[in-house]
């Protein structure tokens, strides 16, 4: 955990959402970094949950200082946050950071903690087991269950709150070692439409974006990830792959005004790669 609340000073902000803060879940990297710094862009207070080594948290440290310098409010937590004990533990410390006219607008669910084993290998590979599955559940797709509820509980959301999670083409597609990252994207696209619906009274909006193959440290742990980009580029029309900008940019187009009325589906931002 790294904040103090006194650290925080009034600053000129040059984007349109002042006194609005944006929670990213495992926003240290990849789509999760990339929205964190567009928002920061935009004048969002930025929140960041993650996870991360020793060795990392310096390469992730230049990252966070470019979203100060934005002249935003910024807080990180190097916290397991698909943990039910700690977000209860999170809430709390995020209730003591906002000004009490201050509330949570944006909260996006960039969480990459998921098993990457075959379910069956004849090579002597291990296989999935069922643990296996629980845990990459429970991390990719009942926390953002768990973290809605929480805000809510705590009263923290704002009355037009945007929620918004990445999906993957794996939600259809079956692909060698990802059998339970598959399972919880199409688990996390089920959660996001039943928030619409269900927290709709508070105003809530829930989408997911599914993005295409982006080159992203995830994307590198996939088994097979080389193939999957030489798969993506030859599909793509664009000729190129999805770039975390490409997504970003997608996430603030769903915290405007104008798509206030877009909610409980997904959006796909691949340049057209899934149409092949």
């Given at each position: ?12 902000i ?14 240290s ?18 929140i ?12 992730i440290k ?38 009490p ?8 669910h ?53 929620i ?16 339970a ?9 089920a ?24 080159d ?59 149409l092949?």
């Amino acid at each position: 955990m790294e904040y103090r609340k006194d650290d925080f000073k009034a600053s000129s902000i040059r984007g349109t959402k002042q006194g609005t803060w944006a929670i990213i879940l495992g926003g240290s990297s990849g789509l999760g970094m990339a929205t964190a710094k567009k928002l920061a862009l935009k004048g969002f207070h930025i929140i960041i949950i993650h996870r991360d080594r020793k060795l990392d948290l310096q390469r992730i440290k230049e990252d966070f200082e470019e979203i100060t310098l934005t002249g935003v409010k910024f807080a990180n937590f190097n916290v397991d946050g698909t943990k039910i004990e700690k977000i209860g533990t999170l809430t709390e410390q995020i209730r003591e950071l906002l000004l009490p006219q201050e509330r949570i607008s944006v909260l996006v669910h960039s969480i990459a903690k998921g098993s990457l084993k075959p379910m069956f290998s004849n090579s002597g590979q291990m296989e999935l087991n069922r643990q296996d599955f629980e845990i990459t559940m429970e991390a990719m797709a009942v926390s953002l269950f768990d973290w809605t509820k929480a805000l809510v509980q705590a009263g923290l959301f704002s009355d037009d709150a945007r929620i918004m999670a990445f999906t993957s083409e794996g939600n259809t597609r079956a692909w060698k070692n990802y059998a339970a990252v598959s399972a919880a994207k199409v688990a996390l696209e089920a959660l996001t439409r039943n928030i619409a619906l269900e927290y709709a009274p508070l105003g809530i909006k829930a989408n997911c974006i599914q993005a295409g193959v982006t080159d992203t440290v995830s994307l590198n742990r996939i088994p097979g990830s080389d193939f999957l980009k030489k798969n993506a580029l030859k599909r793509n029309p664009q000729g190129r792959l999805t770039t975390p900008e490409d997504v970003a940019n997608v996430v603030y187009l769903l915290t405007t005004d104008e798509a206030k009325w877009i909610t409980g589906t997904v959006i796909k931002v691949d340049g057209g790669e899934s149409l092949r």
